[in-house]
């Protein structure tokens, strides 16, 4: 899950997801929906996963209640451990806990 557009590194996450796919054809697969009636799913674009791209580049978090594919936590581990993207702020605040403090 991206940082909420407000929060730090928000901008930076949209703007990461530009250089990778922009104008490119994007195909989602849903895994679910959420209470607010969002789709929750995978992106791949240009044979490339999408969510597992942001996720390496330190851009998303790996969001417990829908992952399923667990490779996930390990890219999130590598991006954390080497402080890469929002992994570089000391104590990066996820979006779900963002939304509740806002």
Not at 38 to 57: E, F
Not at 80 to 89: K, P
Request: proline letters at 5%; glycine letters at 8%; hydrophobic letters at 35%.
């Amino acid at each position: 899950m991206a940082p909420e557009k407000r929060q730090p590194f928000g901008n930076r996450a949209r703007q990461s997801l530009g250089e990778l796919y922009h104008e490119k054809r994007a195909e989602v697969r849903v895994v679910d929906v959420d209470r607010y009636k969002r789709v929750v799913g995978r992106v791949t674009c240009a044979g490339v996963d999408a969510n597992a791209a942001q996720v390496r580049r330190g851009m998303a978090w790996v969001y417990d209640r829908y992952v399923k594919d667990k490779m996930l936590y390990r890219l999130q581990d590598e991006a954390r451990g080497v402080g890469r993207g929002l992994w570089a702020d000391r104590d990066p605040i996820p979006p779900w806990d963002w939304r509740k403090r806002s």
